[in-house]
Nanobody, 124 residues
């Protein structure tokens, strides 16, 4: 399994970005995939997760602003981020574990595979 994020950058408050994660070797129907983020001095936190039935789950801080999606044919995971706030500034990581999941799974420890991250900076 290899995860590679792209799409980070710098935007102003209220702007949008779309993050992408190429998920090589991840079995689509037997995997749980997610986006985490980590700001300097803070713990890594879940942003959004997609279960094996393609249901999305979101942290309260991004609900209504962010949207997670997957493309089975291209082995891609996406995070559409709208109405960005300075508090969204962080390194964003794509993560996965290869087992079925049909529920919310926000534990960092559960995810075996991680990308190197992509930086998102939101200025005021």
């Amino acid at each position: 399994v290899h995860l590679a994020e792209s799409g980070g950058g710098s935007v102003q408050r209220g702007g949008s970005l779309r993050l992408s994660c190429l998920a090589s070797g991840v079995p689509y129907d037997r995997s749980c995939m997610a986006w985490f983020r980590q700001a300097p001095g803070k713990e890594r936190e879940m942003v959004a997760q997609m279960d094996s039935a393609d249901r999305g789950y979101y942290s309260d801080s991004v609900k209504g602003r962010f949207s997670i999606s997957r493309n089975k044919v291209e082995n891609m995971l996406y995070l559409q981020m709208n109405m960005l706030e300075p508090e969204d500034t962080a390194t964003y990581y794509c993560a996965a574990y290869t087992a079925t999941c049909y529920m919310e799974q926000f534990s960092v420890a559960k995810y075996r595979y991680w990308g190197l991250g992509t930086q998102v900076t939101v200025s005021s």
